[in-house]
């Protein structure tokens, strides 16, 4: 069974800082990864979506890693701000009879202060 | 484009009564939809997997009796909590798949709460 783990749970920084979120997963035999930010009270927007294939994935001040064979990604937040305060959750999508089946993280609630 | 929207955004009900959600793509054709829920500070959990023509699929522990999907067309599926009880208020979420890609978009979510 597929298990999702995301570090840290929650993380607090300054403007401007440049961050990390991680997340690992158990089995490295999946089709993409996908990386997903949710507001209080609120549906997931995709932010980025990588192919078992890839590497890394960009969008804006957003980049994201994947190495499957040790079951790791992570995503990179460049210069953050206070608007990009909320909850970052991954999530995997299995292949194979699974397929299409999303496996999410706990999620890491980013609090960004001016 | 790959909007997916929720109906209704909220509701309250009383127990024993039951509420229907529907999760509609509203620009791209979904054959698959997934519902799933998520409690307070918890991440999401699959429900079902719902396919258009055919009848959904659940998770382990998930009753088919109790919530009842219904994927009728390629931008609609619903889903019917019957007979709710206060142990099912949560936030329900769909998400419609695009083919394509195999991306994933999300609706806004159903927050249900159940007196």
């Known amino acids: 069974k597929q298990e999702v783990t995301q570090i840290p749970a929650a993380l607090s920084v300054p403007e401007g800082e440049n961050l990390v979120l991680n997340c690992s997963f158990t089995d490295s035999a999946i089709y993409n990864l996908q990386w997903f930010r949710q507001d209080p009270g609120k549906g997931l927007t995709s932010l980025l979506l990588i192919q078992s294939s890839q590497r890394e994935q960009t969008s804006g001040r957003l980049n994201a890693s994947l190495d499957k064979s040790s079951g790791r990604s992570t995503l990179y937040i460049a210069a953050s701000q206070p608007g990009d305060s909320a909850t970052y959750l991954c999530?995997?999508?299995?292949?194979?009879?699974?397929?299409?089946?999303?496996?999410f993280g706990q999620g890491t609630i980013l609090t960004v202060h001016p | 484009g790959a909007v997916v929207s929720q109906h209704p955004s909220w509701v309250i009900c009383k127990s024993g009564t039951s509420v229907k959600i529907e999760c509609r793509s509203l620009d791209f054709q979904a054959t698959t939809m997934f519902w799933y829920r998520q409690f307070p500070k918890q991440s999401l959990m699959l429900m079902a997997t719902?396919?258009?023509?055919?009848?959904?699929?659940?998770e382990q522990g998930v009753e088919k009796d109790k919530f009842l999907i219904n994927h009728a067309s390629l931008t609609l599926s619903t889903l019917t909590v019957t007979s709710a009880h206060p142990e099912d208020s949560s936030f329900y979420i769909c998400?419609?798949?695009?083919?394509?890609?195999?991306?994933?978009?999300f609706g806004p979510g159903t927050r249900l709460t159940v007196l």
């Open positions: 719902s396919n258009e023509g055919s009848k959904a699929t659940y």
């Open positions: 998400s419609a798949r695009r083919v394509q890609v195999n991306e994933q978009f």
């Open positions: 999530a995997v999508n299995a292949g194979g009879t699974s397929y299409g089946k999303l496996t």
